[in-house]
């Protein structure tokens, strides 16, 4: 007697982890929200924000924590399997937000390795890696809300303030 999974084609592992990566590449809610996440911790951070020490050592660890894990286990491959997307479509808007937010994505992930590295020391590039992180940071975002528009984890909210 034959076994229903007999009858049916075997999916090779490549193929199946090919599909996988594919659709990876589509409307990854995850990779959203961790950037935002991200962000947001990031943010708070920055010495325009006057907060107590006993809270700034707390958010300065929940950050460094998520980016480490975050950003290489959830954007990165989102990332990465996004690239033939970016290639492959006909939409210019995508195609240069897609593409600027590569290269300030790429900016900020270097100066925040280094910026876990080596730290801010005080010197030239100490605070060249910590403007780099903090500028590329807030230029990303309103950059991804743009690129990521129709299908954004955001969308509710612009459809609740749209009325206004």
Known sequence: MKSITEDLPAKS??????????????????AEWSIYFMFVSGL???????IPWSLERVVLAVHLLSSLVLFPVVVVPFWLSHRKLLK???????????????????????????????????DLLGWSAYMTHLVTALIIVPLLIRHAA?????????SVLKPI
Do not use: H
Request: charge should be positive; hydrophobic fraction near 50%.
């Open 88 to 122: 492959r479509s006909k939409k210019k808007l995508l195609k240069v937000t897609g593409l600027l937010i590569d290269y300030i994505l790429l900016g900020c992930a270097l100066s925040g390795v280094f910026l876990v590295l080596m730290g801010n020391r005080g």
């Open 13 to 30: 592992l490549i193929a199946s982890f090919s599909d996988g990566w594919q659709q990876l590449a589509y409307r990854n809610k995850t």
């Open 150 to 158: 129709k299908w954004s984890v955001l969308r509710p909210i612009w």
């Open 44 to 50: 708070m951070l920055w010495n325009q924000f006057s």
